[in-house]
């Protein structure tokens, strides 16, 4: 169990001194060292650095001292934690030396030691070190003055992370201003720390090897706690026999719980998603491995999905992630339906770690979007580096991405992935890279907006969060689009009192015509009873608290006889209206709708003698699902309150 420092937010590891690695046990399985504690920033997703990875981390310590020899052959991890993008914590030796993180600003990977990093590198740092006086007290937190420098050791820029010396005492630093300015200039360095050196523990040459070895015994005790997991499920929880799948997505989740799925059930069937927006070393691989393994594949195909509905919704956002639902969910949910049509119990990779949303998961869950599928978590308690472990045990061919300093894959364009991993998409594949480059600065340009929306991510987020609010304000930058395409709403009478009697409500929707008017007729026939006039382009609506009447043109009209019924069946009817022209034609909700009344046709049919309203469709719309995301930001797009 890991330990948490829950008042600082930290996380406890340990760390073996005698085998030079990170404990994920409770001793170490080579040498039977309980370790040594130490601590990181939570959550703690800690993993080790592989591949590529290892040399951008020794790298930026060579760029920064002139050398990286306190790394070189040393066993290196990694634990992501908050920031503008990239940002992870370095540890080596059993302590958090630094943080590596990519910065927006300059386009590069940038370092920052902290004090164990100091202690390490400050007897072999040829540049990038200063030596000060004429200051004593608490220094941590305060900024040198230029004439209090004594020594300056190479040539560095303002930002660079420095290693300052004070007596005996050592620390980090960062610069604010050039070297060659250092002396002239009132406020020349901050002080992040400063300390008499530590007596922390030098680590033997190290490996992903050691790494194994030393926590052999705790990645067998989990394993086998999931496999008993998943066949106590079969045994207890699947009276209908259902076949077992994995949901093989190329990733190391998806990976490990393959392995955990064949231990406990034989060789089950692999499910990918074929996005239309996959690495094609992902494509590839997932492919090679079914086939070495002698695994059945059934592959869902989104195709040109995602380009046929980017113009419509705009580009995916981390708080709009529609393009699951289009290119995900409707393929899986019809490959489900056609290959597996009683059900099937699914082993899939989802952690806690991953994100907040996964944070409550539990080992049985039902994706409500996929009606005939149960899905099992058996490493949902998993660390990265467990994860790691457990296939550098089993010897499992993973995805070479992750050589490629690649911390997670999925889609290519994925709001999710970071700066620093669009950058090496660039270099890797420069082709798919151009084509989302482009169509991102032409949606930014038709909207109004700054090229920084594009080159710095803002096109990640729907609504910003505070991070890169202050960092649009930092670079007096308006990030407020201005909508050219997507849906829009005027309201013009909010719900209130009717002369005729009751509450009405008046709203004006802009929203692009993709399809014929007799299709908001048949979504108002989910919610009510509906008729549609083609001569006038009317649609009528009629619910036991209120009616509607919704106009080619856009107006929506609405009565009720109290002021909650008006603002309910409004809500009710924009919602149709949206739905039935902003369609995917994804057919999640034919899926759901237990009454075989629902059919795509172009859009959504609904046969009015087998619907009963009941919502179940409405409930599994994407387009519904965000309906919040697709109105926001537009004046006038949320009814005000009465």
Same mark, same amino acid.
């Given at each position: 169990m890991v330990q948490r420092n829950i008042a600082h937010g930290k996380e406890i590891r340990r760390w073996c001194d005698t085998c030079g690695t990170l404990l994920? =046990? @409770?001793? %170490?399985?080579? %040498? =039977?060292? !309980? &370790?040594? @504690?130490?601590?990181i920033n939570s959550p703690g997703d800690i993993r080790p650095c592989m591949g590529d990875s290892i040399g951008m981390v020794t790298g930026l310590f060579r760029e920064a001292f002139g050398t990286s020899s306190p790394l070189d052959g040393k066993a290196l991890f990694l634990n992501k934690v908050a920031g503008e993008d990239r940002t992870d914590e370095i540890v080596a030796h059993g302590a958090v030396l630094g943080i590596v993180r990519f910065d927006m600003r300059s386009d590069r990977m940038v370092l920052e030691i902290r004090q164990p990093g100091a202690d390490l590198f400050a007897d072999v740092a040829v540049k990038n070190t200063i030596m000060f006086g004429r200051m004593s007290g608490h220094l941590k937190g305060k900024t040198i003055p230029g004439e209090n420098i004594a020594d300056v050791r190479g040539e560095f820029s303002a930002g660079d992370t420095l290693i300052i010396r004070k007596g005996q005492k050592v620390g980090p630093g960062i610069a604010l201003a050039d070297s060659t300015d250092l002396r002239s200039v009132e406020r020349a360095v901050k002080i992040r720390d400063l300390n008499a050196p530590s007596d922390? !523990?030098? $680590? !033997? /040459?190290?490996?992903? &090897?050691?790494? *194994?070895?030393?926590?052999? /015994?705790?990645?067998r005790r989990i394993g086998r706690r999931a496999v008993r997991e998943i066949r106590r499920f079969m045994d207890e929880g699947n009276p209908k026999g259902l076949p077992v799948t994995v949901s093989f997505s190329g990733g190391k989740d998806s990976l490990a719980a393959y392995a955990l799925a064949r231990e406990a059930v034989g060789s089950p069937d692999l499910l990918y998603i074929d996005t239309g927006l996959e690495f094609p070393e992902t494509v590839e691989y997932v492919r090679r491995f079914a086939e070495s393994h002698g695994n059945r594949l059934h592959v869902a195909e989104a195709g040109d999905a995602f380009w046929q509905n980017v113009g419509t919704f705009g580009p995916p956002a981390k708080d709009f992630r529609w393009c699951c639902k289009v290119c995900k969910l409707g393929p899986m949910t019809d490959m489900i339906s056609r290959r597996f049509p009683k059900g099937t119990v699914t082993v899939e990779g989802n952690r806690w770690l991953e994100s907040y949303a996964r944070s409550g998961i539990g080992f049985v869950t039902k994706n409500p979007f996929v009606p005939n599928q149960v899905n099992l978590n058996p490493i949902r308690s998993w660390c990265a580096a467990d994860v790691w472990a457990y296939i550098l045990y089993h010897g499992l061919e993973y995805n070479p991405l992750y050589d490629l300093d690649f911390e997670r894959i999925g889609c290519y364009l994925c709001p999710s992935c970071l700066s620093s991993e669009w950058r090496n998409t660039g270099r890797l594949h420069p082709d798919l890279y151009a084509r989302w480059e482009e169509h991102l600065h032409a949606y930014a340009a038709d909207r109004g907006l700054p090229p920084e929306f594009v080159d710095m991510g803002f096109w990640r987020w729907k609504v910003l969060p505070p991070k890169m609010v202050q960092l649009s304000e930092g670079l007096d930058l308006c990030m407020t689009p201005r909508d050219v395409h997507g849906p829009s709403m005027d309201v013009l009478k909010g719900a209130s009192p %009717?002369?005729? =009697? =009751?509450?009405?409500? @008046?709203? *004006?929707?802009? *929203?692009?015509?993709?399809? /014929?008017?007799?299709? *908001? @007729?048949d979504a108002l026939r989910t919610v009510g009873d509906a008729?549609? $006039?083609p001569d006038y382009e009317i649609a009528l609506l009629r619910t036991p608290v209120g009616r509607a009447k919704l106009f080619g043109g856009g107006q929506v009209s609405v009565t009720a006889q109290d002021q909650k019924g008006a603002r309910l069946v409004f809500e009710k009817a924009v919602k149709a209206l949206i739905r039935a022209e902003m369609c995917t034609e994804c057919g999640i909700c034919v899926k759901r709708c237990q009454r075989k009344a629902v059919r795509i046709a172009g859009g959504m049919r609904v046969d009015p003698d087998r619907c009963n309203s009941c919502g179940r469709c409405i409930q599994s719309c994407m387009v519904v699902h965000y309906y919040d995301k697709l109105m926001e930001s537009v004046p006038g797009g949320v009814p005000r309150k009465d």
């Open positions: 994920l =046990g @409770e001793s %170490c399985s080579e %040498c =039977g060292s !309980p &370790g040594r @504690e130490f601590e922390l !523990p030098r $680590s !033997p /040459d190290s490996d992903l &090897g050691a790494f *194994v070895r030393s926590n052999r /015994d705790h990645v %009717c002369t005729a =009697g =009751g509450y009405s409500m @008046e709203a *004006v929707v802009s *929203v692009q015509r993709n399809r /014929d008017f007799s299709y *908001v @007729e008729k549609y $006039s």
